[in-house]
């Protein structure tokens, strides 16, 4: 495939601050093209990425230096509907999403390696499982040893929840992991899959409340009557980023959740500036350190999503403002809707957008060449 790369040296952005009347940061980016997808997962030095490509829907598995490669068993042709994030491991070399089945007949879990294909992760189910609307589970994370898939499974009943959060461990089988008396879902991992984040439905009011799992054991980390969410958990299994409401402000914004060593401190990092009621932000990835955390919001009740960059100094900046300060300007090719992933050093963030000249989904890797001015 055809790559696109694009570059400015910190020499260009010194001139350029010199005469221009806003601050440009002695910063710089190079991007690479990834494709016409939206990319969900990058590895931990950012040079492997996942996600689904367009109209397919299928999983690709992509390298900064080899491009992208379509995994096949995608469920949109035959079943007309996607379920699920792929995710890709902390080495790049094992992905996991939701795929058809070995008979080609419903959408299950699985787990892709280059030396062995997909591989079919049930059944067996658990005892309460079931094929449910031509699914029986879907994947949304994993451990980033590879050895742990987070998702859901269904149920063959809808009392206690028509979906619960599940586990898959390498060796062994898909684990209920329980919830409140509703649905709930694990949506990430640590890097040994022994901390799961995700959401746990309210058993009265039915709200989504941010969930985390240590060694098995549920623990919801919003109880309030808003909705919330936990999205992902950095390698260590100490800090959690996410979607809570914030009663100083109003909004439901981007949230972070720090152990203390003996309970989860909440930190509300806010929405975009100029947010009005019915807007939002979502934090979907974060740095190892948590000092940078990335995702999607939107200004308004509307579908206009555009995405995010959160830093201890800069707070909360859209992206593409982000990235223009920096004398990268990725405005010119996309009109970026979500950063929905980074490395883990920070360095290489995911994201993607409307292709301009298009109208089409693409996403890039930003990497930064130069972190003179984080």
């Known amino acids: 495939m055809a790559f696109a790369r694009f570059r400015c040296s910190a020499v260009l952005l010194a001139i350029a601050a010199l005469s221009a009347p ?30 689904q490509l367009n109209g397919s829907n299928q999983t690709f598995h992509w390298t900064w230096v080899g491009g992208a490669q379509p995994l096949g068993r995608g469920t949109m042709r035959k079943l007309q509907t996607g379920a699920g994030t792929p995710a890709i491991s902390a080495d790049g070399k094992v992905v996991a999403a939701t795929i058809m089945d070995d008979t080609r007949t419903y959408g299950t879990q699985g787990r892709w390696t280059a030396e062995t294909g ?43 929840g028509l979906a619960h959060a599940s586990r898959w461990t390498k060796g062994g089988v898909v684990n209920d992991m329980g919830s409140g008396g509703g649905s709930s879902r694990a949506d990430d991992a640590n890097a040994d899959g022994t901390v799961l984040v995700g959401w746990d439905e309210d058993p009265v009011h039915g709200q989504r409340r941010a969930a985390v799992w240590v060694h098995g054991v549920k623990t919801v980390l919003d109880d309030s009557d808003w909705p919330s969410e936990a999205g992902a958990v950095n390698a260590s299994g100490t800090i ?8 100083a402000t109003q909004r439901t914004g981007a949230a972070m959740w720090t152990w203390t060593g003996s309970a989860w401190q909440l930190r509300h990092l806010g929405v975009l500036p100029g947010t009005q009621v019915g807007g939002m932000a979502y934090a979907t990835g974060l740095s190892d350190d948590g000092k940078t955390v990335v995702g999607t919001a939107r200004r308004f009740f509307s579908p206009s999503n555009r995405g995010f960059i959160w830093t201890e100094d800069a707070g909360m900046v859209e992206a593409g403002k982000y990235f223009k300060d920096r004398g990268y ?16 050093d920070g360095q290489v963030m995911g994201v993607a957008g409307v292709e301009l000249s298009t109208g089409a989904t693409r996403s890039i890797a930003v990497r930064r060449v130069s972190a003179a001015a984080r």
């Open 329 to 344: 300007n990725v405005g010119k090719k996309i009109e970026i809707q979500s950063v929905s992933a980074i490395s883990a």
């Open 240 to 247: 959690i980023v996410g979607q809570a409401y914030d009663p």
């Open 22 to 51: 806003s601050l440009v940061l002695a910063e710089s980016f190079e991007g690479r093209d990834i494709c016409h997808c939206y990319v969900t997962g990058l590895s931990a030095d950012g040079t492997a990425a996942t996600g």
């Open 118 to 160: 997909w591989q079919q992760l049930m059944p067996p189910r658990p005892a309460d499982g079931a094929i449910v609307d031509r699914f029986d589970g879907g994947v949304f994370g994993m451990s980033g040893d590879g050895q742990t898939i987070t998702g859901l499974y269904w149920r063959n009943t809808a009392a206690g």
